[in-house]
């Protein structure tokens, strides 16, 4: 071996290494001096009257392997118009090079360059070499086209991702220069958010007809809240409700005017959920909306007392846990197992600030609000449920956290502990450092009352517990 071709030899295996262990800047310097030395050899080589033609394709060979590579480390630091040059460099010497195409296929991508990109990938797959990548380059040409379809029609589907709750990675989008247009997606699950709009547009031409023929339902109906100037409100005698009381004398007999009605609608209307529709053994997909005018003067509470239930179109309104008497009525609104924070977000997007005994508790300084975060990351994050739950007991007694105030957070994170008390593993574990689950659920059913999250969790306990005696 000539001193020339040690020296190649000796620079290739350096750079292949560094190349390898993804030092970049370091494989491009030592491929750099490698192609200065080819390129060199080359120049010589065509000087000979009798070149060696061996030779000279070796030489070339090298030139176009060590294009390539430093095109590869050059795009992983994203210096892609060098990347490309170099690219082009290795594909002068050998076009159908599959490393290069594929690496200049990925640089174009990078640069939404999605027509250029589909060119290189195509041709990779005419390689030889590209026989056992065949399922990558595939991969690539299909995203190429998607993307290079969106970046020419502007038309983006994210419908599968929403409709999925936005769960795992983001879809991938092209970059689109140009006017669009939106239009509401008919078909699939979208229906039935259409249908929703329909239902909800319905309901409105509804109250508005009962609005204009019935004097009694204007009246009532202007008593209620549009969410503004509360205090302003007078109680209503709980009689004016009932259906034979004549409201003659009732001052407020103005006509509504259509915004004051959407306002109203908007703050007191009642949402038929799954729930209360699986309770009544319908399919879960049930979904319906209604003004019923007394239950709309029922706030909210982190603490309700009370449960609503609809029966055909009756709302029904009862009893979740021991009702002092003089205590306020409530129900909930929106999802009470779930910590402060979130039911704050929760109270906000229905327009008001929750002023409950609750969340005035859990808002005070009484638990350090960075504890407790801690906590909750470490749930979103998969942490031990257990071991949450055991931060949390100690927390409350480091805190000096008593009575209601332990059913309070215990229900903010109901959660984690219906996943402790509902796993054998857990319970293994943590048992004997967790409170039992009897003395949990009634300080949790104290403040929520009896509300499907904790009585489904209890049942499927003791039905464990059974099964466990048989077997
Ligand atoms: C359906 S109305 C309830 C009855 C209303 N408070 C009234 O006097 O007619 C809903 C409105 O009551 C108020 N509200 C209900 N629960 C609340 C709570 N926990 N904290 C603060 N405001 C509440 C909000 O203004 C909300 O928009």
């Known amino acids: ?46 000087q000979d009257p009798n070149p060696d033609p061996d030779h000279l394709s070796k030489l070339n060979k090298s030139l176009c392997i060590a294009f390539s590579n430093r095109a590869e480390a050059r795009s992983k630091l994203q210096d892609f118009t060098r990347a490309l040059q170099d690219c082009d460099g290795a594909l002068r010497i050998e076009p159908t090079h599959f490393k290069t195409l594929f690496c200049k296929g990925k640089i174009l991508l990078s640069l939404n360059r999605y027509l250029n990109a589909l060119d290189c990938f195509k041709a990779a797959l005419f390689d030889p070499q590209g026989n056992g990548n065949l399922d990558i380059v595939n991969g690539y040409l299909e995203k190429c086209k998607k993307l290079e379809f969106q970046s020419r029609t502007g038309s983006f589907d994210l419908s599968d991702w929403v409709l999925n709750g936005f769960k795992g990675m983001p879809p991938e989008l092209a970059e689109y ?63 004016i409700f009932r259906p034979d009381i004549e409201l003659n004398g009732c001052s407020k007999d103005q006509e509504l005017d259509m915004d004051k009605i959407l306002s109203i609608l908007d703050v007191n209307s009642l949402v038929e959920e799954a729930v209360s529709a699986k309770v009544l053994g319908k399919n879960s997909d049930f979904y319906g909306v209604g003004l019923w005018i007394l239950a709309s003067f ?112 215990r229900a903010s994170y109901w959660p984690a502990y219906a996943e402790v008390y509902g796993s054998d593993r857990s319970m293994k574990w943590w048992s004997r450092r967790i409170p039992a689950m009897e003395a949990v659920v009634d300080s949790v059913v104290e403040v929520v009352g009896s509300e499907e999250g904790v009585v489904i969790t209890i049942f499927f306990y003791q039905l464990n517990i059974i099964l466990k005696k048989r077997l």
Request: net charge neutral; proline share 2%.
């Open 177 to 239: 220069v140009g006017p669009v247009v939106v239009k509401r997606y008919l078909g699939g699950q979208d229906s039935a958010e259409n249908a929703q709009l329909v239902m909800w547009k319905n309901f409105i031409d509804k109250v508005k007809e009962a609005v204009s023929k019935c004097r009694r339902t204007r009246l009532l109906i202007n008593m209620l809240s549009t969410g503004e100037d509360e205090v302003e409100l007078e109680v209503p005698d709980m009689s």
């Open 298 to 409: 029922i706030n909210h509470s982190c603490n309700p007392n009370t449960r609503r239930l609809h029966v055909g179109d009756y709302a029904m309104v009862h009893a979740s846990r021991d009702v002092k008497a003089g205590e306020e009525i409530t129900f909930m609104y929106f999802d009470t197992l779930s910590p402060f924070e979130k039911r704050a977000e929760m109270s906000m997007s229905w327009g008001f600030n929750c002023k409950c005994s609750r969340c005035k508790f859990e808002g005070a300084a009484v638990c350090p609000k960075q504890e407790l975060r801690e906590i909750e990351i470490g749930l979103e994050k998969g942490v031990d449920v257990g071991g949450a739950v055991y931060r949390l007991e100690e927390g409350m007694k480091r805190w000096a956290v008593r009575g209601k105030g332990k059913g309070y957070l």
């Open 1 to 46: 071996m000539s001193a020339a071709e040690e020296q190649m030899h000796q620079l290739r295996s350096e750079a292949t290494v560094f190349l390898l262990r993804e030092e970049w800047r370091d494989s491009i310097h030592l491929y750099s001096q490698l192609i200065d030395l080819c390129q060199a050899r080359i120049f010589n080589t065509h």
